[in-house]
Nanobody
């Protein structure tokens, strides 16, 4: 089965940085889209950043200039470098992957990793 596993969450002070990682397993094929979503308490899940297989990126406005999404050198790995963090970035961050080839094609989610930014 296809699985996405996040790591790198934690507690950081306002203005600090964290790097989230996501590693996928269970498929030979590359994900067409990989991305990060987040859900803050009381809020809907929102897209943070996404990256297509042909290197097109998209960021939500609130993180532009502070967060950077990238693919790793290993297949189906992805990172989110988060700088200048604010308490408003506190949320559970989820890795997302859209696999469009193979018998396991579909959309997949990680279990989430908590990011807490203290003021």
């Amino acid at each position: 089965q296809v699985q996405l596993v996040e790591s790198g969450g934690g507690v950081v002070q306002s203005g600090g940085s964290l790097r989230l990682s996501c590693a996928a397993s269970g498929t030979f094929f590359s994900f067409y889209v990989m991305g990060w979503y987040r859900r803050a308490p009381g809020n809907e899940r929102e897209l943070v950043a996404m990256l297509t297989d042909d290197a097109i990126t998209r960021y939500t406005d609130s993180v532009k200039g502070r967060f950077t999404i990238s693919r790793g050198t290993a297949k189906n790995t992805m990172y989110l470098q988060m700088n200048s963090l604010t308490p408003e970035d506190t949320a559970v961050y989820y890795c997302y992957g859209d696999l469009r080839r193979g018998t396991r094609a579909g959309e997949y989610w990680g279990q989430g990793t908590q990011v807490t930014v203290s003021s």
